[in-house]
């Protein structure tokens, strides 16, 4: 499979755990976004980056995650001190600085803190 | 702030009718609509979106402004449409709202 990598594909912690996922992205794609899902709802932006340089942060982004995308190919997002309200699908998505450009999804990490 | 809302969380159709997804949404900006679909255990991907007006797999969706709509449609459902349907926003830099989704039966 070519399209966008994430891991680990599930993730169960201990709340009060930092959990950190990865995301890679098809390779030529200068864009990189961050979304969560959680059950019964569409997918929340949560942030996103064009090369290494994160552009926008949602305000669902609250201090305890970070997200990097150091030299602007790989991007990891990290939950500190995990909360029961954190469970939920985080989705990667990259595409190319084009307009209209099509966003590739990849089949995303499930959080569950228990 | 933009919002994109699927009134109808469950839609199911017998093989063969028609089939409509509705879509909302509000944007003060000139809107870019596009329609992803998510079947059983696969992930998200692209359908269609507005700007193109083509055809994928039979569904076509017309922009309407004035109604601030984006439905989705097609003829005649087969059982393979059977999958989540997700209407989404591209506000700037491809940042993406999506609506809460209907999930699409279509029986035998």
């Known amino acids: 499979d070519t399209g966008v990598s994430q891991n680990p594909r599930h993730k169960i912690t201990k709340r009060g755990q930092n959990v950190t996922f990865r995301c890679d992205p098809i390779?030529?794609?200068?864009?990189l976004y961050w979304y969560r899902q959680t059950l019964g709802q569409g997918p929340e932006f949560l942030t996103y980056f064009q090369n290494e340089a994160q552009l926008e942060k949602s305000r669902l982004l609250s201090d305890r995650f970070s997200a990097e995308r150091p030299k602007g190919s790989f991007s990891t997002l990290e939950i500190q001190r995990t909360e029961q309200g954190d469970s939920a699908m985080y989705l990667c998505?990259?595409?190319?600085?084009?307009?209209?450009?099509?966003?590739?999804f990849g089949q995303g990490t499930r959080l569950t803190v228990v | 702030a933009q919002r994109v809302t699927q009134p109808e969380k469950l839609l199911s159709v017998f093989k063969g009718a028609p089939v409509e997804l509705k879509c909302n949404y509000s944007y003060s900006g000139s809107p870019e609509l596009f329609w992803y679909v998510q079947y059983s255990r696969q992930r998200l991907q692209l359908l269609l979106r507005?700007?193109s007006r083509e055809s994928i797999k039979g569904f076509t969706a017309d922009l309407n402004k004035g109604e601030t709509s984006f439905h989705l449609k097609k003829p005649f459902a087969q059982e393979e449409d059977s999958a989540m349907y997700y209407c989404a926003l591209n506000t700037n830099a491809g940042k993406s709202t999506f609506g809460d989704g209907t999930t699409l039966t279509v029986k035998p």
């Open positions: 998505a990259s595409s190319l600085v084009l307009p209209n450009d099509e966003a590739f």
């Open positions: 507005h700007i």
């Open positions: 390779s030529e794609h200068n864009r």
